[in-house]
């Protein structure tokens, strides 16, 4: 089945740790997205990636980092810099490098600080 | 740049009543326009988008919405609500430059 795969379905993050989630596709789509979820404030958007080896920042990319190596991947960095991680994590994929194509989700990741 | 504002963070319906979403946009340019369902602890799903091909949008589930452009709206409405209806719903908005807003969503709730 084509589809997007997120992992882990939930992460624990100590103080001062980075952590990374992946997010992985097999629908051939050129674009990619990371948003992030905190409740009542929607999805916001972190970074995204039209085309390998390229991606840009959202409207909150602060404490995050992103990768683009291979068309099928692109997993996120959650730095020791981002200071309130704990949210649903969302990554999504489209077709085409326009965004009135639908969004393919994954089914997320829940962040979490001990 | 480009937003979009849900009214209600919460909507409760009975069963076989009325489903009424309401999304308003602000967008520089013509958008495009969608409307996603997300179950809990799952990711989103597009329930229907406009494109500018008609005003009123029939999408999946039995839902749709109708695009007002005089109004800057895109409500999303079914007539007949079912419990499998409850879940949270987002509008989001297209400018067209590779990124889409989303509204802060609107769940609904079905009562028997």
């Known amino acids: 089945d084509g589809g997007i795969t997120q992992s882990p379905k939930y992460l624990f993050r100590k103080e001062g740790q980075n952590v990374t989630l992946s997010c992985e596709q097999n629908?051939?789509?050129?674009?990619m997205y990371w948003y992030r979820q905190d409740p009542g404030q929607g999805l916001r958007l972190i970074y995204y990636?039209?085309?390998?080896?390229?991606?840009q920042k959202g409207d909150i990319a602060e404490g995050y980092s992103v990768s683009r190596e291979k068309k099928e991947s692109f997993p996120l960095t959650v730095t020791s810099a981002q200071k309130n991680p704990t949210a649903f994590y969302l990554c999504?994929?489209?077709?085409?490098?326009?965004?009135?194509?639908?969004?393919?989700f994954g089914s997320g990741t829940q962040l979490s600080v001990l | 740049a480009q937003s979009v504002t849900q009214l209600g963070s919460h909507v409760s319906v009975s069963e076989g009543a009325l489903v009424l979403l309401r999304c308003n946009y602000s967008?520089?340019?013509?958008?495009?326009l969608f409307w996603y369902v997300q179950y809990p602890n799952q990711g989103l799903q597009l329930l229907l988008k406009?494109?500018?091909?008609?005003?009123l949008v029939k999408g999946i589930n039995g839902f749709e919405a109708e695009f007002k452009k005089s109004e800057t709206s895109f409500h999303l409405t079914k007539p007949s609500a079912h419990m499998s209806d409850a879940a949270e719903y987002f509008c989001?908005?297209?400018?067209?430059?590779?990124?889409?807003?989303f509204g802060a969503g609107t769940t609904v709730t079905v009562r028997a």
């Open positions: 999504a994929s489209a077709p085409g490098e326009t965004t009135n194509e639908k969004l393919f």
């Open positions: 629908l051939n789509h050129d674009a």
């Open positions: 990636s039209q085309i390998v080896n390229d991606f």
């Open positions: 967008s520089s340019v013509p958008p495009y």
């Open positions: 406009y494109t500018s091909a008609a005003t």
């Open positions: 989001a908005v297209s400018a067209n430059d590779y990124k889409l807003s």
